[in-house]
């Protein structure tokens, strides 16, 4: 007979925290994350996004020691939420618009040699409804979107379980909304991202004789008849592209997070307004918008924690 020595006593170890990284056009978030969701560690590192590829090379490596090194720091893994198209199997940032040296960066081969741990990347977009699963609006559902606004737009789906997405990850920023609209970045027309951004909000501001307005919130206060027209025009053209979602996928809940959180409650009313009347024929579930209880510089680097739990 085999005897099997009894268990030390005492309270079992701390499990380790996640690691989470975002990479943007000219700046690195990093946070150690607790399995709680809170963020325990937090750092930003700026670098040229016009420069060659050790200046994101020694963003990465800054923001990696600021977060990830000391005792009681060393994550189970690392998140990475990343702009542009990526290859979630390889680790790799294939191409982010007007930042050369991130075409073909190998963010996970970097990071892991940085940090010592498993790391995994994906879309930003994807990662941010992966950060409401698991730590904001969205938990407890199987169907619900997340969505980006502010100088970004994007939106990310779980649906009955699964982040729903080409590998690599589609915002939905490049649907097409107007057919004989704008030109966009991406070369088409019509581009919801050109006529959902602050980008957009800015130059329909100046067109309305508004001075002074970098962003919603420069709006949403004033108790002017010109500013509240435009804020509505704004709301009904972010509402035109989850309507489509809505549409295509019912995910039922959206979960607003960035610039629309400015707009406060009557922002978000417009949006809910806009959705139901648009898809009121449908028998799925009503769609409801709610403003996002997660910072907006935060939610991305939830998401990257929720993909080291997801994989783990």
Not at 8 to 16: I, K, M, N, T
Not at 145 to 151: N, P
């Amino acid at each position: 007979m085999r005897l099997v020595p009894e268990p030390e006593s005492g309270p079992p170890a701390p499990r380790p925290a996640l690691g989470a990284v975002e990479v943007l056009p000219g700046l690195v978030r990093a946070a150690l994350v607790s399995r709680a969701g809170e963020l325990l560690h937090r750092t930003e590192t700026a670098f040229d996004a016009a420069g060659p590829r050790s200046c994101v090379d020694e963003a990465l490596r800054a923001a990696a020691e600021a977060c990830f090194r000391g005792e009681g720091r060393r994550p189970a893994g690392v998140g990475v939420a990343a702009a542009g198209l990526v290859d979630p199997a390889t680790g790799t940032v294939l191409e982010v618009n007007d930042v050369p040296a991130l075409h073909g960066y190998p963010v996970a081969a970097v990071l892991s040699a940085l940090v010592a741990a498993p790391v995994h990347v994906e879309h930003r977009a994807r990662l941010q409804v992966l950060g409401d699963r698991w730590f904001g609006a969205g938990r407890g559902r199987r169907t619900f979107a997340s969505v980006a606004t502010g100088e970004v737009l994007g939106v990310g789906l779980l649906y009955d379980g699964a982040v729903l997405a080409p590998d690599g990850g589609r915002s939905g920023a490049h649907m097409t909304v107007a057919a004989s609209g704008e030109r966009c970045t991406c070369g088409a027309r019509g581009c919801w991202k050109t006529m959902a951004t602050t980008r957009w909000l800015r130059r329909r501001a100046q067109e309305a004789g508004l001075t002074g307005v970098t962003s919603l919130a420069d709006l949403a206060d004033r108790d002017d008849a010109t500013a509240r027209t435009v804020v509505e025009e704004y709301a009904d053209n972010l509402a035109l592209g989850l309507v489509n979602v809505q549409q295509l996928f019912a995910p039922g809940l959206f979960v607003l997070h960035g610039e629309a959180r400015e707009g406060g409650e009557p922002f978000r009313a417009r949006i809910e307004e806009r959705l139901r009347r648009d898809t009121a024929w449908s028998t799925a579930e009503p769609p409801r918008a709610l403003l996002g209880d997660v910072g907006p510089d935060d939610v991305a680097l939830l998401g990257g924690a929720g993909l080291v739990l997801t994989h783990a």
